[in-house]
């Protein structure tokens, strides 16, 4: 699988600067964003695959406990 940094290496430029042209940012230029895009798509780059499933956290609080010495993370799986 392509990442950010291959598309990088390839054309000599830094891998926050292809994630910019990849996101439109406004101060990458129309001809390296151009050629960031056709890079990716030459090296067969797809940014879908980088999304993640969402999950929901619960926060407990609990007060008036003298000795804590743990912190409970709950995540719900489907």
């Given at each position: 699988m392509t990442t950010?940094?291959?598309i990088a290496?390839?054309?000599g430029v830094?891998?926050?600067t292809v994630s910019k042209a990849l996101n439109d940012?406004?101060?990458i230029s129309?001809?390296?964003r151009k050629q960031v895009l056709e890079t990716a798509v030459a090296l067969g780059y797809t940014?879908?695959?980088r999304y993640k499933?969402?999950?929901k956290?619960?926060?407990i609080i609990i007060e008036k406990i003298k000795k804590a010495r743990a912190c409970l993370a709950l995540r719900r799986t489907t």
């Amino acid at each position: 699988m392509t990442t950010i940094q291959d598309i990088a290496d390839k054309m000599g430029v830094s891998k926050s600067t292809v994630s910019k042209a990849l996101n439109d940012a406004p101060d990458i230029s129309e001809v390296l964003r151009k050629q960031v895009l056709e890079t990716a798509v030459a090296l067969g780059y797809t940014k879908l695959r980088r999304y993640k499933k969402p999950t929901k956290k619960v926060c407990i609080i609990i007060e008036k406990i003298k000795k804590a010495r743990a912190c409970l993370a709950l995540r719900r799986t489907t």
